[in-house]
Structure formats: structure tokens, C-alpha cells
């Protein structure tokens, strides 16, 4: 198994905000599967996601949800990447 560093997009009127996920699955093609599953459920308020280009729309197309990219990465890598993300150094 390998694991796959999973970038979202979620766009609305106010700006665009990015998530970052790790899945791990045997290939690209089951990671992408997995990362449109994730995403088809990403607002859960929304009961009828509309279907779009690499991703999915939510409240009547006010909210788009959609994958960026995905790229092999280790779990190592990837904390790191959340650490330097969410520490502040005041140093």
C-alpha cells in the first residue's frame, strides 16, 4: 500500500480555502476513487452534491469542492508538512 497526499480545493464567494489529506491505497487510480468519495461528502448538510469537473458542488453551486492533486508522499512527509504548517515560531 501506498500512501498519496491529497490537496482540496473549497471554493466559495469570500475566497478559497485548501485541505490536505492522506490516503493510503494501492495505486493513484484507487487513491483518486477514495479522494471523489471523500469529497461527494465533504458538506454533509448537502444532501444532492451536483457532480463537476474533479469534484463536486454543494448548496445549489454556492460552495466547489474540488481535487488539486495527488502525489505519492510517506506519512513522514506529510507530518512534517502539518507541523510546519500549524506551529508558530516565535523565535
Known amino acids: 500500500m501506498q500512501d498519496y497526499w491529497i490537496k482540496i480545493s473549497e471554493s466559495e464567494d469570500d475566497g478559497i480555502k ?4 492522506l ?18 461528502r465533504f ?13 463536486y458542488s454543494f448548496y445549489n453551486k454556492a460552495v466547489f469542492v474540488r481535487l488539486v492533486s495527488i502525489k505519492e508522499t510517506t506519512k513522514e512527509t506529510f507530518k512534517n508538512f502539518l507541523l510546519k504548517l500549524h506551529t508558530i515560531d516565535m523565535g
Open 18 to 21: 485548501y485541505h490536505h489529506f
Open 43 to 55: 458538506i454533509e448538510d448537502d444532501e444532492n452534491p451536483e457532480a463537476i469537473e474533479s469534484g
Open 23 to 40: 490516503i493510503t491505497a494501492q495505486n493513484q487510480t484507487e487513491a483518486r476513487k477514495f479522494a471523489m468519495a471523500f469529497i461527494e
